[in-house]
């Protein structure tokens, strides 16, 4: 079973991420990060991988079990190339309360890839930043997240470790 991704498909995931767009959380509350808060977040990108181009769109849904901990689930699909391309991303992120003006988060996540005519790949990594208040309905969300491929052959797929920038807009209301 191959569990890495191509160097293709890891470059346009790189660019994806980067242009995706979070929309926030849809129950109000006094703090966007605390016990209860519910966060919806969406992305639409440009791609292409095996030689084809794609459209990607993803949908993300996370729960703050406590004051700054949200576990996440986070799906995207690759679509109108030759191979359909779907990935889940399970997520367990905190975010640093305390500080008003940056709040730092660090997180671990797992991401299961599934490509259409190949075995499915698994990545298991972290994730760190910091969340910017703009204003009282909007935040800058800037990081980077490392992931390691599992059971990766690097005489295959190159480097089998990826890493790349993570930048969001969140609305909050």
């Known amino acids: 079973?191959?569990?890495?991704?191509?160097?293709?498909?890891?470059?346009?995931?790189?660019?994806?991420?980067?242009?995706?767009?979070?929309?926030?959380?849809?129950?109000?509350?006094?703090?966007?990060?605390?016990?209860?808060?519910?966060?919806?977040s969406g992305s639409l990108s440009a791609t292409s991988a095996f030689g084809d181009n794609y459209v990607q769109v993803g949908i993300g849904l996370g729960y703050y079990l406590a004051d700054g901990l949200e576990l996440g689930l986070d799906a995207g699909s690759w679509?109108?190339?030759?191979?359909?391309?779907?990935?889940?991303?399970?997520?367990?992120?905190?975010?640093?309360?305390?500080?008003?003006?940056?709040?730092?988060?660090?997180?671990?996540?797992?991401?299961?890839?599934?490509?259409?005519?190949?075995?499915?790949?698994?990545a298991y990594g972290g994730r760190a930043g910091v969340f910017l208040q703009q204003s009282p309905n909007w935040m800058v969300r800037a990081g980077v997240v490392a992931i390691r491929n599992h059971n990766c052959d690097d005489t295959l797929y190159g480097d089998c470790t990826e890493v790349y920038p993570e930048v969001s807009i969140g609305f909050y209301f």
């Open 1 to 40: 079973m191959r569990t890495a991704l191509p160097n293709t498909i890891r470059s346009v995931s790189r660019l994806a991420l980067c242009a995706s767009l979070l929309l926030g959380p849809a129950l109000a509350h006094a703090d966007r990060f605390s016990s209860g808060t519910v966060r919806f």
């Open 79 to 122: 679509l109108g190339g030759e191979r359909n391309i779907h990935e889940l991303a399970p997520s367990l992120t905190y975010v640093f309360t305390h500080v008003r003006t940056v709040q730092p988060y660090i997180g671990a996540l797992y991401r299961r890839t599934f490509i259409e005519g190949r075995e499915d790949l698994s």
